[in-house]
């Protein structure tokens, strides 16, 4: 079966009624784009910034990101790519932007915090994202990490556009966000839900802990709930609503999300001929139904037991 997955020819993602599901790529350097490509990714999903300066002292200089970014850009022409500004912090510290020494750095000042702590470094990225816009042909759509609030959504939202970024939206990584949504998708262009972090903030249990990595599963139905509350909302005004946790690389997982109202699912590339054949292989009412009988089960492995069941009714 693997064979017959590897050999079958690059097709958009779609369901089984035909429906299309974009597939775009999760990347963490502009040398990974052709490789995405090669795998036909559809576009960028999650364009994680901060991976090119993990190793820098100081912030980088509006020239060097600049290059990068359409270095990223340009190998996507006509398509979708998703940037997503410096997610600093925690698992991903940059010492330009993450400082202070603290206790509990989940729950520390990160993400858009920092950003906004220390926001000429915010202001330097937009602007270099800015010209990589004008210099290229692909659709870039911005987005904020670790976004708590509406309040924090239009403070991104309104800066992004003052610089010159045409579609700005929000990460939904923590459960506060999640809970706002119906108010969130007046603020945003588009929202994406990383469930890594919404289901380490879900289930209160550090992501970088093997203690307590057990509790570190997307298919919660607590960590669906929420994104049941975003695809809702995105739905009721039609905001896009991505993925681009490691959740939407697992294929079942994958069919649920769009059951639960995910316009996009972004993976490493790796993921993408698996998740296409399962996707295909159920229409929306499928996906739906697996979707409801995930939200009601009371577990992580009873909501994947009830998908793997298949539909009822
Ligand atoms: C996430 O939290 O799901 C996400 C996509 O971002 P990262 O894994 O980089 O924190
Ligand atoms: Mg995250």
């Excluded at 210099?135 to 924090?152: F, I, Q, R, S």
């Excluded at 929420?226 to 695809?231: F, H």
């Excluded at 996906?287 to 009822?312: C, D, H, M, Q, S």
Aim: glycine share 8%.
């Amino acid at each position: 079966e693997l064979k017959a997955i590897v050999n079958a020819p690059i097709t958009d993602g779609a369901l089984a009624d035909g429906e299309k599901v974009p597939l775009l790529a999760n990347l963490g350097s502009p040398k990974d784009a052709a490789a995405a490509v090669a795998l036909g990714a559809e576009g960028v999903g999650l364009f994680r910034t901060e991976f090119l300066f993990l190793d820098s002292k100081t912030a980088p200089t509006v020239e060097q990101q600049q290059a990068d970014y359409t270095a990223v850009l340009a190998a996507f022409p006509g398509k979708k790519v998703v940037v997503r500004c410096l997610d600093a912090g925690a698992d991903k510290p940059l010492s330009f932007l993450n400082d202070a020494e603290e206790e509990n750095p989940a729950l520390g000042l990160r993400g858009l915090r920092a950003l906004r702590a220390n926001e000429e470094i915010l202001r330097g990225q937009l602007t270099a994202l800015a010209g990589a816009q004008a210099a290229t042909e692909a659709e870039l759509w911005v987005m904020a990490p670790m976004v708590a609030d509406v309040e924090e959504t239009d403070y991104f939202v309104t800066l992004a556009k003052e610089l010159g970024i045409r579609v700005a939206g929000v990460m939904a990584e923590i459960p506060s966000l999640a809970l706002m949504a119906d108010q969130v998708v007046g603020s945003a262009d588009f929202v994406s839900i990383g469930t890594n972090d919404l289901t380490q903030y879900t289930m209160a249990a550090d992501r970088m802990l093997g203690s307590v990595a057990a509790y570190q599963d997307p298919w919660h139905p607590a960590v669906l709930r929420l994104v049941k509350m975003l695809g809702d909302a995105g739905r009721s005004n039609s905001t896009p609503v991505g993925v681009c946790g490691e959740a939407a690389a697992d294929p079942l997982l994958a069919v649920v999300l769009v059951g639960l109202g995910a316009t996009s699912l972004s993976m490493t590339p790796a993921a993408f001929a698996e998740v296409r054949a399962e996707l295909a292989r159920h229409t929306r009412a499928d996906a739906e139904r697996l979707a409801a009988a995930a939200l009601a089960a009371p577990t992580a492995t009873a909501a994947r037991e009830a998908a793997e069941a298949g539909p009822v009714g």
